[in-house]
Structure formats: C-alpha cells, structure tokens
C-alpha cells in the first residue's frame, strides 16, 4: 500500500474489532487518516448502540491516534464536482461518501473501503479492504 489512506467507516470498525486481515493491511503503512465525516458516522453509531460508552471511549481513543482531515472550502468545491460527476453518469452514491471522496481527492490521499461504489468517483483512488 502506497502513499497516504483515508479510512472509511467500515474500515475503522475492522480495525476496532481487531479482524486480522486488516491489521495485516495496516503493518507498515505510514499516513492513515480518517475524515471528521467519518467520526461523525461512527459516533452516531455509538451513541446509538448498546454499550455506548464502551464504544465512545474506544472512538475517542482511536480519534486521538490518527490524523483527522476537516472541512474547508476547497473540500466543498471538490464536493460539488464529485456528485454532479455522479449525477451526469446516473450513479448517485451517499451524501457522506461523496463528502469522503472530495477530503481524499483534494488532499490526494487512498480511500480504504468495502463500499465498492466509491471506484464510480472519477480520479479517486481506492483500495477494497
């Protein structure tokens, strides 16, 4: 794995749980990066679980321990141009996926998903975990 990753939510529930084809993923790589996007989906996600404490010290640990790419006005241009690419091709994808996609495309960094219709953004680079 080459150059910086940013880490979809999918991914940093892998690596919470500890799923050793991840871990194995993560060995050696040097710039991981989640986006404020994706903290905000995963605190939702602990808020509304079972053991929300649990899950909001391990978020809090976790976000402490990697780099967190915010909004700026560029990342809201980027935004744009990703879902009218979308719209004009009839491939819509979520809204807070296409926010991921335009921090990964305008700081150049490698989206890790399982979502496979992050590969429809045009320039994007991905890697399926």
Not at 6 to 31: H, K
Not at 86 to 114: E, F
Request: aromatic share 6%; with cysteine.
């Amino acid at each position: 794995m080459g150059g910086s990753v940013l880490l979809d939510s999918n991914i940093v529930i892998a690596i919470m749980d500890q799923e050793e084809e991840v871990a194995a993923r993560l060995v050696g790589a040097d710039d991981l990066a989640v986006s404020s996007v994706v903290l905000g989906e995963l605190y939702f996600g602990a808020l509304k679980s079972l053991n929300v404490e649990d899950n909001l010290r391990r978020l809090d640990e976790f976000s402490t321990n990697v780099a967190v790419v915010g909004c700026d006005a560029v990342m809201g241009w980027h935004y744009a141009q990703v879902k009218n690419g979308l719209r004009t091709k009839g491939r819509p994808i979520p809204d807070n996926d296409i926010w991921i996609a335009a921090q990964a495309l305008q700081h150049g960094l490698t989206v890790a998903s399982r979502d496979q219709h992050f590969r429809e953004i045009d320039g994007l680079t991905v890697e399926v975990w």
